[in-house]
């Protein structure tokens, strides 16, 4: 968290409370895995040094047990379950702007969970369907249901809630199976090199994770979890290998920063896509280098590996940690740097082809919702979704494919895009 601080240090509630203690703050951490609240915020949300750790969380303390205002994952929740739910008018006009922008950026779909994070989430999902209408706005939307949401959402079941909706589609329950590096709170099977205290946390315990799978399969789901630590995948591992998706179906692993072998050789036998950003590369190299080691780099953001065992793979921005332009994910991809870098690419024997990292930002994304032969390709019989942009990425080094820009964005044979 304070990697971007002078001296690299991780701001607490004193440094905050020297802004103001009438009125409560809370700083995120780029990956929404850690932030910190001044004093008032702790007041709020009562915490202090009696508060246990909630599940899931860790409230950071000093020496004598006070807490410093630091919070990881769930303690995180404490603070937000007392900060004032966000209107609808403001949802619905924050999903038009991010619309349009998405258009300009060359989208024509995508995955986004959004349903347990503004109060309702029924007038959530309402929202969507009010926006994205098929006429005025159309956008291939495929939504992650998050767990303790989705016994209020899939009620009804899913095929019938799919069913008059062919702009958004529920797809998925999503899970935090762990954290994010950045945080030390990825959940690895050996302890951080530069903080042997500890090795993350675990969103949920082994048996916890198995038990909101199993509820999944229950509702006819397939299940899609955050996992960026290699312990994290193996718990998710096992639980899909307890629990199968239903026939027809496929889960998703979302991030999987680092892996092992063996889990690898366990993926194969599993029906799963691995859902991959590579811009994680280009933000978090090379201080992760120091946090996870060079023992554990070589198996550690290894797209090229996960494609040539055979895996389906897609790739996303995960936006809006990073930025959503799928053109600097494709640079990241090929690259393995920052745009503004001028070096060979962090761990460059994984750097994916153009063809490869185009593929999986196209059928890739179909795939990971099963619907490859329907999306995902220019192609008679597949729907008319397709970007137009004004050069040939393949006329150009990968540099110069960040001033291209888009020059219509087409859904369902329709433009919603066109820069005149």
Known sequence: ???????????????????????????????????????????????????PDPPGGIIVRDNHGIPTGYLLDHAQDLVKNVMPEQDFTYVKKAL???LEDLYSKGFV????????????????????????????????????VHHEAAPIILKMGIDK????????????????????????????????????????????????????VHSARKMDMPVAIHVIGDLALEYAIEAIEKYPPPAGKRDRLIHLQVTRDDLIQRLKELAVVLDIQPRFVAADFPWVAERLGNKRLDSSFAWKTLLEEGLMCASGSDAPIEPVDPLLGIHAAVTRRKPEEKHDGYIPHEKLSLFQALQLFTIGSAMAVGKEKEMGLIKEGYKADFTILNKDLFDLIPDEWLHVHVVKSVVDDEIMFDKK
């Open 1 to 51: 968290m304070g990697s971007l601080w002078f001296g690299g240090k991780i701001r607490d509630r004193h440094i905050l409370d020297e802004v103001t203690t009438d009125h409560p703050i809370i700083l995120s951490r780029v990956c929404r895995h850690a932030s910190v609240t001044n004093s008032y915020g702790l007041q709020l949300a009562y915490i202090d040094a009696e508060t």
């Open 96 to 98: 038009k702007t991010s």
């Open 109 to 144: 779909g995508g995955h986004t969970e959004d349903l347990n994070y503004y109060g309702d989430p029924i007038e959530t999902l309402n929202s969507f369907y009010e926006l994205i209408d098929g006429e005025k706005f159309k956008f291939r939307t495929e939504l992650l």
């Open 161 to 212: 809630i799919n069913k008059d909706k062919p702009y958004v589609q529920l797809n998925s329950v999503k899970i935090f199976a762990d954290g994010a590096l950045g945080g030390t709170t990825a959940l690895l099977s050996e302890p951080y090199s530069d903080d042997p205290s500890t090795n993350g946390v675990a969103i949920h315990s082994k048996d916890n994770l198995q038990k909101i």
